[in-house]
């Protein structure tokens, strides 16, 4: 198993541009999730998803839209860039939403100028 | 809503010695667990040791134990034989039974001296 997977590990971006952060799981786990990680503030829940088709919006979810056609797939899509999401960006997965651990995938390392 | 405190940024300890890093944690819901996670130099984020609410011993995993206080809503990671690899950041974290989002606290960095 590959277990949680990113991509890309470093991406810049210039002010206003579009992008979207890959997350893909194969343990078929039905919770999916990501975070931003930000120096001082530990890890903040932006998106995240029980099931296919169903998200909902965590802690800091204003610039970032999200997505689940399937079980396997969770992508993060930053509508218009801005410096203030300069972070680490971290996807994660359990598998169901409860107390189960959640596994995280390597990190996005983005860089909004 | 659920609050995750680690009132410690930085520790220190001495290579072979044992090292407790604090986490105390608010919440209403009589079911939660708690979590976990190192994160190295490297960036990735490391699961270490789980503790449910209604577990009735303290959680270990080898080197690492959980004190687990329910009545002080505490659950401090313990470092037992501290190696120079554990030099980490250590994330504190909680799931609540019913709308299990996971909430972190802002970390600890934990530093091993030979």
Known sequence: ???????????????????????????????????????????????????????????????????????????LRLLSAAPSQTSVYFCASSYSYSLDTQYFGPGTRLTVL | AQKITQTQPGMF????????????YDTSDPSYGLFWYKQPSSGEMIFLIYQGSYDQQNATEGRYSLNFQKARKSANLVISASQLGDSAMYFCAMREGIGGDMRFGAGTRLTVKP
């Open chain 2, 13 to 24: 300890v001495q290579e072979k010695e044992a090292v407790t890093l604090d986490c105390t």
């Open chain 1, 1 to 75: 198993n590959a277990g949680v997977t990113q991509t890309p590990k470093f991406q810049v971006l210039k002010t206003g541009q579009s992008m979207t952060l890959q997350c893909a799981q194969d343990m078929n786990h039905e919770y999916m999730s990501w975070y931003r990680q930000d120096p001082g503030m530990g890890l903040r829940l932006i998106h995240y998803s029980v099931g296919a088709g169903i998200t909902d919006q965590g802690e800091v979810p204003n610039g970032y839209n999200v997505s689940r056609s399937t079980t396997e797939d969770f992508p």
